[in-house]
């Protein structure tokens, strides 16, 4: 469970501090990822192009 203090009455800098927190958490991340049910084949096909994607990146970061 995520925590922030408030304190002083900054509620908006709590609320900051809170959303920062709970992104790091990963817990976004997996709300997206359970939203909806993808075939492991699909799931594989999605790995390869982004495996893909990235080592064009590198390659292109290294030149």
């Known amino acids: 469970m ?17 959303k920062i927190k709970f992104a790091k958490s ?5 709300l997206k990822k359970h939203k909806a049910f993808k075939k492991p084949g699909v799931e594989k096909r999605e790995a390869k192009k982004e495996m893909i994607k990235n080592s064009r990146k590198r390659k292109n970061k290294n030149k």
């Open 26 to 30: 990963g817990v976004p991340s997996e």
């Open 2 to 18: 995520t925590r922030v203090e408030v304190r002083g009455g900054d509620v908006d800098g709590a609320l900051k501090k809170f």
